[in-house]
């Protein structure tokens, strides 16, 4: 399936007329028709904001590869408490803290392992 047509079968999913999709989108019912037959190729931009307006997964969308949709940040945060059933409350929201954690957070929490790693081998 070429990149076109999954985007028609978003569209389609979603029950949404080319004009109500493209508007979500800030192009024309005209150019979500012609990237659906493939007479135009979507733009790096026009990815992106399908994948963001939409919740569509990047990877589904430019290769066909997995599932259409990403999952909720719910969804994901119910799977890792079915995995880590029987747990302590502390790991649970230990785990949880590191899956919400921003990019600078977790880049700080690094610097403190190697901090603590370091001191524990001079320790040593």
């Known amino acids: 399936m070429l990149q076109g047509e999954r985007v028609k079968e978003i569209r389609?999913?979603?029950g949404l007329t080319t004009e109500k999709f493209?508007?979500?989108?800030?192009?024309?019912?005209s150019a979500v028709s012609k990237i659906?037959?493939?007479?135009?190729?979507?733009?790096?931009?026009n990815i992106k904001a399908?994948?963001?307006e939409f919740g569509v997964d990047y990877i589904w969308l430019t290769t066909g590869d997995g599932?259409?949709?990403v999952e909720s940040d719910d969804e994901f945060?119910?799977?890792?408490?079915?995995i880590m059933a029987g747990e302590s409350d502390i790991r649970k929201n230990a785990i949880k803290a590191l899956v919400n954690a921003?990019?600078?957070d977790l880049e700080a929490f690094d610097r403190l392992i190697d901090l603590y790693l370091q001191s524990k081998?001079?320790?040593?």
Request: charged share 45%.
């Open 50 to 52: 399908i994948c963001r």
């Open 67 to 69: 599932e259409m949709f």
């Open 102 to 104: 921003r990019i600078d």
């Open 22 to 29: 493209g508007e979500k989108l800030g192009i024309q019912r």
């Open 121 to 124: 081998k001079e320790k040593d």
């Open 77 to 82: 945060i119910q799977k890792i408490d079915r």
């Open 36 to 45: 659906e037959n493939g007479r135009c190729s979507l733009t790096d931009a």
């Open 12 to 14: 389609k999913s979603l």
